[in-house]
């Protein structure tokens, strides 16, 4: 069964950084993608960006592009999220996700939420002013 950890969130000042992890492991198939998502509280979650395990191809949702970025260490299984500049309105619960198979990402689709099977439980990060 594929399962999925977040880790690193926390609080940082307005203007910091912070990276934030998602170990995977129980993957049968090497057709899936990793997905980092954001869901503020009384908001719609939020695609950020998504990173292919076939081709490492790259998605990025339209609003965050430039100041977060998406990695992957495979030989880890983990698939980090960069953050910089970060303002009091990232503040959210960040979630990773799979996409079995990778049916988007790959194809440098835009990022839909209702494709991806398995989530993490969250990691929160605070961002005071």
């Known amino acids: 069964e594929v399962h999925l950890v977040e880790s690193g969130g926390g609080s940082v000042q307005a203007g910091g950084s912070l990276r934030i992890s998602c170990t995977a492991s129980?993957?049968?198939?090497?057709?899936?993608?990793i997905g980092w998502f954001r869901q503020a509280p009384g908001k719609e979650r939020e695609p950020i960006a998504c990173i292919s395990n076939l081709d490492s191809n790259i998605v990025y949702g339209d609003s965050l592009k430039g100041r977060f970025t998406i990695s992957s260490d495979d030989a880890e299984d983990t698939v980090y999220l960069q953050m910089n500049n970060l303002k009091p309105e990232d503040t959210a619960v960040y979630y990773c996700?799979?996409?079995?198979?990778?049916?988007?990402?790959?194809?440098?689709?835009?990022?839909?939420?209702?494709?991806?099977?398995?989530w993490g439980q969250g990691t929160q990060v605070t961002v005071s002013s």
């Open positions: 129980g993957f049968t198939s090497e057709d899936y993608a």
């Open positions: 996700a799979a996409e079995m198979p990778d049916e988007d990402c790959f194809r440098g689709r835009a990022i839909d939420s209702d494709e991806y099977d398995y």
